[in-house]
């Protein structure tokens, strides 16, 4: 081993949440121990209980025997403080969403741990190099950004903070291999690769909402184009709740009109799947999507409150604006060389995101309908609805030369 490669034997994972748990699977299933740690003692012993209830799970599903569960769980150790893990290779955060929070536990950890250590966050969209500031290893600092339930989602994506050194990365990946997982190395920006194009793509859903156009109608146009779900019904999984409460604490953002048919659900206790209702209404303990005409009530007033002439909607323009956001969004990503190729996007969006597999992804859908046409039609979109839809540079240049993302 050359002293710049990093070997990650044993590591800790910090928060006992949604993602912990996850997380802590993934790395006990991949022969790698792990110390955890919560603030709150009595989540990680709920924590402990429900990893050890999903591997039971497991062997009465067959997937693996007792004696893989119990060398699984016997890697699994819960630990009281930070001076316990301070041997540790690695130790992946992932607590509440909250920069200060971050900074300061990774201030903390740095002090502690051995030099060699590796410090990653789980964040979904803070910035990995105001979170490596805070410590005086910042080549050792990365994001590892599963997602949830991260012990069965493939996707991680490893993000690189502008000092994150290419041996860290090498590690990450490493590690990655051997949790099974599809790893796509992302630049550090605002949401990543994901995220940051998962937001245009949502926020032209919310305007057909306001414009005219109903839940149901946008989910079933997008998943009957192959999506796993629509934008709707993805966002009463994951909770309606969560952007909801961290516009609330940034006290910015609540104001903006298409959030408002969310702050409605949320307002009345509807958060999603977990709540029984959210755009959907669930029977109790099932997950299936019911439509609710109370929610179509509520997007009506909620639409003609702000003053919008609601107009039909169809099928045809749900998928031209909601697919032209992710890839006019991707190529910037691209082209801002915060994906190193188009393939890695595809794999972003195959893997964590639902997109249909048959299609290859936004970026060889994009590349199917050829970018001279894509460009054409962004610039309709534009000239229609304004500047948010001006083409991505990359776009202009390669249709230009009759090329595509791929080629
Ligand atoms: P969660 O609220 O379920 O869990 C957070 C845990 O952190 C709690 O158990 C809490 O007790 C613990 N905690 C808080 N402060 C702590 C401290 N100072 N020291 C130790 N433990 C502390 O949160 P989550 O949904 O698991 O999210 C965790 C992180 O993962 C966030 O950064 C989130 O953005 C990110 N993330 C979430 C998802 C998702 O779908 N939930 C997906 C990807 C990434």
Not at 41 to 64: S, W
Not at 157 to 163: D, K, P, Q
Not at 194 to 206: D, S, T
Not at 225 to 242: H, K, Q, S
């Amino acid at each position: 081993m050359s002293q710049t490669s990093f070997e990650i034997r044993q590591a800790a994972v910090i928060g006992a949440g949604t993602m912990g748990r996850g997380i802590v699977m993934c790395l006990a299933n991949a022969g790698v121990s792990v110390q955890w740690v919560d603030n709150n003692p009595q989540m990680l012993e709920q924590a402990l209980k429900a990893v050890t209830d999903t591997y039971a799970h497991n062997v009465r599903q067959g997937r693996i025997d007792q004696v893989e569960a119990d060398a699984r769980i016997a890697r699994v150790s819960t630990a009281a403080d930070y001076v316990a893990i301070r041997n540790v290779d690695l130790v992946i955060e992932a607590v509440y969403e909250n920069l200060e929070l971050k900074q300061k536990i990774f201030r903390e950890l740095d002090g502690l741990l051995k030099p060699g250590a590796l410090l990653a966050s789980n964040t979904s969209a803070l910035d990995i190099d105001a979170i490596a500031a805070a410590t005086r290893r910042p080549a050792q600092v990365l994001g590892l950004h599963f997602f949830s339930p991260a012990h069965i989602m493939k996707l991680l994506e490893i993000v690189r903070g502008a000092r994150t050194s290419p041996a860290v990365l090498e590690a990450a990946l490493e590690l990655g291999k051997r949790m099974g997982k599809v790893s796509v190395v992302s630049g550090n920006c605002h949401g990543f690769i994901g995220n940051r194009m998962l937001h245009p793509y949502v926020l032209e859903a919310r305007k057909m909402l306001l414009e005219g156009a109903w839940p149901q109608q946008i989910d079933a146009t997008l998943q009957g184009f192959g999506f796993a779900m629509g934008p709707f019904r993805m966002y009463d999984v994951v909770g309606i709740d969560l952007e909801w409460r961290a516009r609330e604490l940034a006290g910015k953002g609540q104001d903006a009109p298409e959030v408002q048919v969310d702050n409605r659900l949320c307002e009345l206790g509807r958060f999603g799947q977990k709540s029984g209702n959210g755009y959907y209404h669930y029977e109790p303990g099932s997950r299936q999507a019911e439509h609710d005409p109370e929610v179509d009530a509520l997007v009506l007033s909620v639409s003609e409150g702000l003053g919008f002439h609601r107009r039909d909607i169809g099928s045809e323009e749900i998928l031209e604006r909601c697919l032209l956001a992710l890839v006019n969004e991707g190529a910037k990503i691209l082209q801002e060389g915060i994906a190193e190729s188009a393939h890695d996007i595809d794999q972003v969006y195959l893997n964590g995101y639902g997109f249909p597999a048959e299609r290859g992804g936004p970026m060889a859908w994009a590349d199917d309908q050829g970018l001279a046409d894509i460009h054409k039609r962004l610039l309709a979109l534009e000239t229609r609805q304004g500047d948010q839809w001006r083409p991505a540079q990359l776009i202009g240049e390669l249709a230009a030369r009759g090329k595509g993302f791929y080629l």
